[in-house]
């Protein structure tokens, strides 16, 4: 039942938040309409973000781990890149996933509307359909998972040779030397992918440090790793001045480097902007500061029958936090009592060597003027993370000193992103360094080194290489 509306349920974007909103609420059992503007399910992540750059991350590490292998006798000859295939695989990656969605959709009787919506009532969206035409659609409840997209800086003109991620992620040709403008998360990966491939790059980060926010200690250990990627790393730098020339792309830096320098690619990967400016939300009373629409534990906006959720409600900008505000909101939507009450998300750069961490980092604990034991277990222990020509690897736990609990974690090394979810679900659980040392870890696995730095924490000398 829709009562005179034309759905109990509007959902707008069909990314990671509107999707697990949209199918979660038609679980429930509401009667759900879900808008993008794309023809295909997934946003950002499945189609221009997570996934593509993560095929392309695999390849990348790959072939450099191949590379590693002749210091152990096994030598292979240089890569020869074919980019039409490597980009069809990046392609049937993402189209697998994104057809699992439409089919996942059609399921649970989602009905999925191609269009731009825009409010013109706290009840109803005008939608631009992808056909030329527009329609009204009226809703009980809204749920806007809108989005983000790339912060585009005034000093670069725009010139195809100037790409953000989504154009990178094209693959349009390898080139010679490249500008990464952005030392976060998504320059770094990018940064990874097209050296790999060959290209030269520099790196221009306006900050004094890359991943800021970030264990310190690790980002030492990834600089050092990552020296062979760059020929240059300007901190605290900015971008002056861009001159487009036949030969490449001229640019003038401001900081630590003056001296200009020619590019032949640039990647544009100085952060996101929520997609709040085209919704029309002041028709509807939705608040928005910075561009950010501010909501409650419930994903409630100020308008009672309207919620938020993922990029658009701000940092961090993360797939699986959207995923699990999409499900809050359509959950409360549905009329049960339930909120966002996550103590932590995790953040993971899959660069190589990837850096995951998750909570209280020793930094902010300093700062913030927190008690706290910090334990460290150096991969150089760990037989596994050897054998695996590793040892630069390091796990790092913060626990509280007032309570014992572990309130913070950060592992660098290979498949640091798939076992912090380790450290997450101990935070999540409130477990001490007993709790985690005493639990028996797989010999000899990665995995191990969280249990060996709970040891650590405990005081117990850990004896399993
Ligand atoms: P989005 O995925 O941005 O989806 C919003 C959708 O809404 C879009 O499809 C858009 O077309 C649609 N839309 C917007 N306005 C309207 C409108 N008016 N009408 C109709 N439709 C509209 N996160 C991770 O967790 N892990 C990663 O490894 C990771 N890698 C990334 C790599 C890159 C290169 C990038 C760019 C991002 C990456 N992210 C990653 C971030 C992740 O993609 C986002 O956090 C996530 O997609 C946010 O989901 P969302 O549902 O809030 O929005």
């Known amino acids: 039942p829709t009562g005179s509306n034309d759905c109990e349920l509007l959902v707008i974007g069909g990314g990671p938040g509107g999707y697990s909103a949209a199918f979660r609420a038609a679980d429930l059992g509401l009667n759900v309409i879900l808008i993008e503007r794309y023809p295909t399910l997934g946003g950002v992540c499945l189609n221009v973000g997570c996934i593509p750059s993560k095929a392309l991350l695999h390849v990348a590490a790959v072939s450099e781990e191949a590379e590693r292998l002749s210091a152990y006798g096994v030598t292979f000859a240089a890569p020869d890149i074919d980019l039409s295939k490597l980009r069809y695989f990046k392609s049937v990656t993402v189209g697998r996933l994104t057809d699992g969605l439409g089919q996942m959709a059609k399921m649970r009787k989602v009905d999925f509307v191609q269009g731009e919506a825009r409010f013109t009532a706290a009840d109803r969206v005008s939608v631009d359909l992808s056909n030329g035409l527009s329609r009204e659609i009226t809703f009980s409840k809204c749920i806007i998972a809108a989005g983000s997209s790339p912060v585009a800086l005034p000093v670069f003109p725009e010139d195809p040779r100037i790409v953000n991620s989504t154009g990178a992620l094209e693959l349009p040709s390898i080139p010679r030397r490249m500008l990464v403008v952005g030392g976060g998360i998504i320059g770094l990966e990018m940064a990874t992918v097209y050296s790999a491939l060959g290209a030269r790059v520099d790196l221009v980060e306006l900050f004094d440090k890359l991943l800021p926010g970030v264990d310190r200690d690790l980002v030492k250990i990834w600089?050092?790793?990552?020296?062979?990627?760059?020929?240059?790393?300007?901190?605290?730098?900015?971008?002056?001045?861009?001159?487009?020339?036949?030969?490449?792309?001229?640019?003038?830096?401001?900081?630590?480097?003056?001296?200009?320098?020619?590019?032949?690619?640039?990647?544009?990967?100085?952060?996101?902007?929520?997609?709040?400016?085209?919704?029309?939300?002041?028709?509807?009373?939705?608040?928005?500061?910075?561009?950010?629409?501010?909501?409650?534990?419930?994903m409630r906006t100020n308008v009672d029958n309207i919620f938020a959720v993922g990029d658009i409600v701000g940092q961090p900008m993360l797939a699986h936090k959207a995923v699990h505000q999409g499900h809050v909101a359509a959950e409360v939507a549905a009329g049960r009592k339930t909120g966002f009450d996550a103590k932590i998300v995790p953040s993971v750069a899959y660069t190589d060597p990837e850096i995951a961490w998750v909570g209280v980092t020793e930094d902010e604990a300093k700062a913030k003027g927190l008690a706290v034991e910090v334990s460290r277990f150096p991969w150089s222990a760990s037989g596994r993370a050897i054998a695996n020509g590793a040892d630069y690897?390091?796990?790092?736990?913060?626990?509280?000193?007032?309570?014992?609990?572990?309130?913070?974690?950060?592992?660098?090394?290979?498949?640091?992103?798939?076992?912090?979810?380790?450290?997450?679900?101990?935070?999540?659980?409130?477990?001490?360094?007993?709790?985690?040392?005493?639990?028996?870890?797989?010999?000899?696995?990665?995995?191990?080194?969280?249990?060996?730095?709970a040891e650590v924490a405990e005081g117990v000398c850990t004896d399993i290489p």
Do not use: W
Not at 232 to 239: E, S
Not at 247 to 262: K, P, R
Not at 402 to 410: D, H, N, Y
């Open 223 to 298: 600089q050092k790793r990552n020296a062979h990627r760059f020929d240059r790393v300007m901190l605290a730098t900015k971008v002056s001045e861009v001159g487009l020339t036949p030969d490449g792309l001229s640019v003038t830096f401001e900081g630590t480097e003056s001296a200009s320098q020619i590019y032949d690619m640039i990647l544009q990967a100085a952060g996101r902007k929520p997609n709040s400016g085209s919704l029309a939300l002041e028709a509807a009373g939705v608040r928005v500061e910075g561009g950010i629409i501010s909501v409650d534990r419930e």
């Open 393 to 453: 690897g390091l796990t790092k736990l913060i626990f509280s000193k007032e309570s014992g609990r572990i309130v913070g974690g950060a592992i660098i090394g290979p498949a640091a992103g798939d076992i912090i979810g380790e450290v997450c679900l101990a935070i999540e659980m409130g477990a001490d360094a007993v709790d985690i040392g005493k639990t028996i870890h797989p010999h000899p696995t990665l995995g191990e080194t969280i249990g060996m730095a």
